[in-house]
């Protein structure tokens, strides 16, 4: 029997417009070598540590094929694409792959005007993203 | 114009966005609109802080001005190193990911997102004017962003 893990992360970073701002981040295990992690909130500079350690961390234990759905993500900055970039550098050191699910216009907007669209897999259902992971 | 003036630290960064933010709600600008001005606003912001004043202490002011002719623009004043916005070069953004760093994209997002960026230097002052046209036709007269 296959023992799937789960993990999600609460984070309270800021006041922002009065209100606190939260991110969540939800991981799971989707196969032997991979994970879902599914980002709810802002990437941005606040953020974006937070981002990358849970990413730095999943990579370091093996785990090279991941799809990042980006689905919950209302605002990503340079920092958060900056992290993404640097999540696929090392896991393409291992002959892995990330995919991203992304369908919300404004966000892919950012990944067209940064070249990032021919650098990811960018789909628009989760399902799409695990069937393509290729590396 | 008022001028909202905070020091240049992270932790006043919330402030300036959300004046900018409040500022465009105000006028009934779309939140497409927002969102892209109030990121490339970020970015210019975060390059301010982390480089302006080189570890010294430092302000900045941030305006913003609505013209009748549709164009919402945002002033950002800093007194800190002498920084011309417009000399900063491009990232290839056709290039492979090797060839990419993880760092180096805030500029051209904040040149992406707005439709004019220009840059002054006035006394001790670098003076950042983003302009951002919010009617769909131009000489319409009718702002159609507006709720």
């Known amino acids: 029997m296959v023992l799937h893990s789960f993990l999600t992360v609460f984070l309270s970073v800021r006041k922002k417009g009065g209100q606190t701002l939260d991110i969540r981040i939800d991981t799971r295990e989707t196969g032997d070598q991979s994970q879902t992690v599914e980002v709810h909130g802002e990437i941005d500079v606040y953020t974006s540590p937070k981002v990358k350690e849970i990413i730095t961390e999943l990579i370091e ?5 991941l799809v990042i759905n980006l689905e919950g993500v209302r605002y990503i900055d340079s920092t958060g694409l900056g992290v993404l970039i640097g999540a696929l550098k090392k896991v393409r050191e291992k002959d892995g792959c990330i995919n991203l699910v992304c369908d919300n216009p404004q966000i892919k907007k950012i990944f067209n005007i940064t070249g990032l669209v021919r650098i990811f897999g960018i789909y628009k259902t989760e399902d799409e993203a695990l069937k393509n992971l290729k590396p | 114009m008022n001028y909202l003036n905070y020091p240049a630290r992270m932790e006043y960064l919330p402030g300036f966005l959300d004046y900018i933010r409040n500022e465009m709600i105000d006028l009934g ?75 180096g994209l805030g500029i051209h997002f904040a040149r992406s997102l707005m439709d004019e960026i220009d840059y002054k230097r006035d006394e001790d002052k670098n003076i950042v004017i983003m302009k951002k046209r919010i009617l769909r036709k131009q000489g319409s007269g009718d702002n159609e962003n507006k709720k």
């Open chain 1, 61 to 65: 234990k093996g785990n090279n094929y």
């Open chain 2, 29 to 103: 600008i779309n939140m497409e609109i927002i969102f892209e001005v109030e990121l490339a606003c970020e970015e210019i912001l975060v390059n301010i802080i982390k480089y302006a004043y080189s570890g010294k202490v430092g302000d900045i002011d941030v305006g913003v001005e609505y013209e009748d002719e549709g164009e919402f623009i945002v002033y950002i004043i800093d007194r800190g190193e002498c920084f011309n916005i417009l000399q900063v070069e491009n990232p290839d953004v056709e290039a492979s990911l090797d060839e990419r760093d993880e760092g």
